[in-house]
């Protein structure tokens, strides 16, 4: 009796899985574009022309070589001797500086040197005398 229950049960889920399954998957089948809408359609004659091969692109260029110029003393640039992406020769002026910095601190470093000698002097007499150390001398 049991085998029976379990016979039926099994074969009655089976037809109606068939049964879900066939109704399912048939029906109307509908022609033409969805929503019953014509499509229209445009046609034309295929005619020959020539295609002009050209490629318009953004861009940017970089130069393969270049110099990086460093001062080797601060100042004002008073004028440029060189035409910027033309070549320039060795020992060509590239830079003028501005002179009047440059005398001033020309001046400067010449007082210094002649104040040093004066030192310098002073103490050699001194250090003769014996009225300065050796530490101050030096």
């Known amino acids: ?17 068939s049964f879900s399954i066939l109704t399912g998957c048939g029906g109307q089948k ?11 359609v445009v046609a034309e004659t295929v005619q020959e022309e020539r295609i002009e091969e050209k490629i318009s ?17 601060a100042g004002i640039i008073d004028g440029i001797g060189f035409d910027e992406g033309q070549p320039v020769e060795k020992g060509q002026m590239l830079f003028m500086i501005d002179a009047d910095k440059l005398k001033a ?25 014996g009225a300065v150390s050796q530490q101050e001398y030096d």
């Open 1 to 17: 009796m049991r085998y029976r229950s379990v016979y039926l049960f099994f074969l009655g889920t089976v037809l109606f899985l």
């Open 57 to 73: 692109l953004v861009g940017s260029l970089a130069a393969d070589e270049f110099v990086e110029i460093k001062n080797e003393i």
């Open 30 to 40: 509908k022609k033409g574009p969805p929503g019953g809408f014509a499509v229209s």
């Open 105 to 129: 601190s020309l001046a400067q470093a010449e007082a210094n040197l002649g104040l040093a000698h004066t030192t310098f002097d002073r103490l050699s007499s001194l250090i003769k005398a």
